[in-house]
């Protein structure tokens, strides 16, 4: 099951490392594992048996911190191309943490207000998983990038970075094995650019990264550029979507449905301003002179390997 890389940005779960007492992320993992382990799990135990499921599928070499690196840098770079993975301890994990998350959560602000820890390293990722989610781009590559640009081998030691690697790699198996399936659109053919006077060209990669027209964008710029394109080009709109077999399906859905809020946005705009009413109140011969004015037309190409 995906636990979502999303939850590393409102809740803090991971373990304790008692060589490094002073560090904030040890206090507070903390605060989640001795509820961990009144629930009768041991930490120490879940991450050994975490790092043998690692190393017999040969993703870990061994426990060294050098060897997470090498992991991270393999996730980041999407070199994994084979991989079916699930820590459902994960699961049970989660599930501790939201029966007990007020007790957690206080006891975690509790270490925050102390101001008496070492929150450097942790406050570097902070502000890059922020960033990331203000750019809306969050991914497991993306993810593992931040982590590999702050933490260092001796951080790994942590079991807090151990199993935010573990988290990101039960993630990035999740996404692996739900690209985009092989045959879907196959009986598509390659459009004729000349065909349309001035197209919106959209592009997906591996990476989940979208561009427009030949230039990679953030995901929260393209609802507008949709409705920008719209109004201009109208009833001679022709959206050209082409995917990569490597993009994740999740993320090709979600831009659909992008395109599609985007028009019909448009459409409830103009009833309102042109009727004086919703467009789902409109009667059916207005309706259709809108969606004719602002369609909804997507032109699937060939997928890319």
Not at 54 to 76: F, H, M, P, W
Not at 79 to 95: A, G, H, Q, V
Not at 117 to 142: A, E
Request: aromatic fraction near 12%.
């Amino acid at each position: 099951m995906k636990i979502g890389i999303k939850l590393f940005l409102i809740v803090f779960f991971f373990s304790s490392c008692k060589a490094q007492k002073s560090r904030v992320e040890t206090k507070i993992q903390d605060c989640y594992n001795s509820h961990y382990t009144k629930s009768g799990n041991d930490i120490k135990k879940t991450i050994i048996e975490f790092e043998k499921i690692l190393i017999s599928k040969k993703l870990l070499k061994s426990n060294k911190g050098k060897d997470y690196i090498e992991l991270l840098k393999k996730i980041e770079r999407n070199e994994i191309t084979e991989l079916k993975i699930s820590f459902k301890e994960l699961d049970n994990m989660n599930s501790i943490r939201g029966k007990f998350s007020t007790e957690i959560y206080k006891c975690q602000q509790a270490v925050f207000n102390s101001k008496i820890y070492d929150t450097t390293t942790f406050d570097k990722l902070r502000i890059k998983i922020d960033s990331l989610v203000t750019l809306n781009q969050i991914s497991s590559s993306s993810f593992a990038k931040s982590l590999l640009s702050t933490i260092t081998t001796k951080d790994t030691k942590l079991d807090y970075y151990k199993l935010m690697v573990f988290r990101i790699l039960n993630d990035y198996s999740f996404d692996l094995n739900n690209r985009f399936p092989t045959n879907l659109l196959k009986n598509k053919k390659t459009y004729q650019k000349e065909k349309y006077k001035n197209p919106f060209e959209i592009a997906l990669n591996e990476k989940n990264e979208i561009s427009v027209n030949g230039k990679i964008i953030l995901v929260n710029q393209f609802k507008e550029l949709i409705k920008i394109y719209e109004q201009k080009e109208k009833e001679n709109s022709a959206i050209i979507f082409i995917a990569n077999r490597k993009t994740t399906y999740k993320f090709y859905t979600d831009i659909l449905d992008i395109i599609n809020s985007g028009i019909t946005e448009l459409r409830k705009e103009y009833s309102k301003k042109e009727y004086n009413k919703e467009f789902e109140n409109l009667e059916k011969t207005d309706k259709l002179m809108i969606e004719q004015k602002y369609p909804i037309r997507i032109i699937e190409n060939e997928i890319k390997d």
